[in-house]
């Protein structure tokens, strides 16, 4: 879970704000997001766990919770409790110690709540006083009601094995642990069962599960991506590319002496891309999807809702590449099938809580990711929007030492071609982009090596050729490479912090 919001900061936050400040900063801070639909909806994404397994499901003080899983506030925290708990997995909140000068406080805090309100009151009158507000009470000596100081969620997981109890948690403990908290408690305390291997899939395609649906996906895409690349480092134009511009590459080579190496080299870029994008999915479909982690399979769909609509740029550059085409007309009724078969149960396996410095470091080299992977977005949306109207920046055309007119002048066709080009570059790099933002964002959990490797290879496969292809056509402009030099020094530092967190050794009593 993607602690990093509150957890690296939580001493400074502590030393100037004092304890008390500091609790009610952070839950006010997640009640301001909540508050709203959109914030609700980031915070569960980001922070909550969405399925918790019915046997955590309960009731405290003769209330049913889906979730025995809360918080235990003040009356002074109670306003931002109510507001922030539910996007975040809790199932319940309890304020406590009430009397009855609070019980105005809580009748505010209880206001259009959506999540179980109960209350320890002090006495009769403070009770008698709520009673028709909130929706029910607990007593000090229930032997059910577990109230935790400790951020382990191991801890907290092994107190839910018992049917009855519910466990409440300090407000100190999301400052320390962060929000991601009740998340990791859930996924500790779900039983799971050994995940499939690949001789149970059998030879029927109608039994095939959605995680083996996503693998082929994601190998067709790194099949895709390599097959490119060998065109491109070989006969560079296929017999539609030729046919369409009505030239040879000894014709382009005598237009222009760097356009065949431009051509390489956007075409490169888009074959890397494309080979990342496979180990990415390939990544979510055997560590996460095949396991049951339901955010895996969330972020294979967004990544590909975004990635197979940019087919459609031809509309606006006028090339239809057949190449292209096929592989999405091939790609894209497996991927319907990865992400509409129904879900595996969970499979996972967690690995102990480790030392306090590692997780920190490792929080830090998520953040570090995430940045990566929005620069990454941003930078495939500019590509496209450049692809599809200017085609060309600055450096291109110095690099080249011609403009789009003169190249319209030698053939009206050879600006759309490498439209074609630039624009699918960025639609492929938009798609990788947010498969690492999520990835990085929902899957950082300790012991989880196939993050770690998913995320090292796809980077490997998106960047180093990308600064190999430019270094051997001499286009090697720093304005031009300094997103890419960026992405490599942030994406490294983030893998080397995080390396012993991710790789952790899982824990033994689970099996995968």
Not at 420 to 446: K, N, P, Q
Not at 460 to 489: C, E, Q, R, S, W
């Amino acid at each position: 879970m993607p602690d990093w919001t509150y957890h690296p900061l939580r001493g400074l936050a502590a030393a100037v704000l004092g304890r008390r400040r500091s609790q009610r900063t952070a839950l006010r801070l997640l009640a301001s997001i909540g508050s709203r639909p959109a914030g609700a909806r980031l915070i569960a994404r980001g922070f909550g766990h969405r399925h918790p397994p019915k046997r955590l499901a309960g009731e405290i003080a003769g209330v049913p919770v889906t979730v025995r899983l809360g918080i235990s506030v003040p009356p002074s925290l109670a306003h931002e409790a109510v507001r922030a708990m539910p996007p975040l997995g809790a199932g319940v909140v309890e304020v406590a110690p009430v009397s009855a000068v609070d019980a105005e406080t809580v009748r505010e805090a209880a206001a259009d709540r959506s999540i179980p309100l109960v209350v320890r009151a002090c006495d009769a009158a403070a009770e008698a006083a709520l009673k028709p507000y909130v929706d029910g009470f607990t007593s000090s000596d229930d032997p059910h009601l577990v109230h935790v100081s400790d951020p382990s969620a191991t801890a907290a997981a092994v107190a839910l094995e018992d049917p009855g109890a519910v466990v409440l948690a300090r407000p100190g403990v999301l400052v320390a642990a962060g929000p991601g908290w009740f998340a990791r408690v859930t996924e500790a305390a779900t039983p799971t069962e050994p995940a499939p291997a690949l001789r149970d899939i059998g030879r029927d395609p109608r039994r095939w599960p959605a995680w083996w649906w996503a693998l082929l996906v994601g190998l067709g895409m790194t099949g895709a991506g390599l097959g490119a690349a060998a065109i491109t480092l070989g006969p560079v134009l296929l017999w539609y590319d030729r046919d369409y511009l009505g030239m040879t590459l000894r014709e382009l080579h005598a237009t222009n002496h760097h356009l065949v190496h431009f051509l390489q080299h956007d075409r490169i870029t888009m074959a890397s891309t494309m080979v990342a994008i496979g180990v990415l999915y390939t990544g979510l479909a055997v560590g996460g999807i095949r396991r049951g982690w339901p955010w895996a399979r969330e972020v294979y769909l967004l990544s590909g809702a975004i990635g197979f609509p940019t087919l459609f740029y031809f509309l606006a550059t006028g090339f239809l590449e057949p190449l292209h085409t096929a592989t999405a007309i091939v790609l894209f009724p497996m991927f319907v099938a990865a992400v509409r078969r129904t879900p595996h149960a969970p499979r996972w396996r967690l690995a102990p809580e480790g030392p306090e410095p590692e997780r920190r470091r490792a929080l830090v080299g998520q953040l570090l990711l995430i940045v990566t992977g929005v620069g990454l977005l941003v930078g495939g949306a500019v590509i496209s929007l450049v692809g599809l109207t200017d085609v060309f920046v600055p450096t291109d055309l110095a690099y080249l030492g011609t403009s789009p007119q003169m190249l319209e002048t030698v053939n009206p066709r050879l600006v759309p071609f490498i439209a074609h080009d630039r624009a699918g570059f960025g639609g492929a790099l938009m798609a990788a982009a947010v498969a690492i933002i999520l990835l990085s964002a929902w899957g950082w959990r300790r012991g989880e090596a196939w993050v770690f490797w998913t995320l090292a290879v796809a980077a490997a496969a998106g960047f180093l050729p990308t600064v190999v292809v430019h270094v051997a056509i001499h286009y090697k402009d720093f304005t031009h490479l300094a997103p890419v030099y960026i992405g490599i020094a942030m994406t490294g530092t983030s893998l080397l912090l995080a390396h012993p967190y991710l790789c952790a050794k899982a824990s033994s009593r689970s099996t995968d």
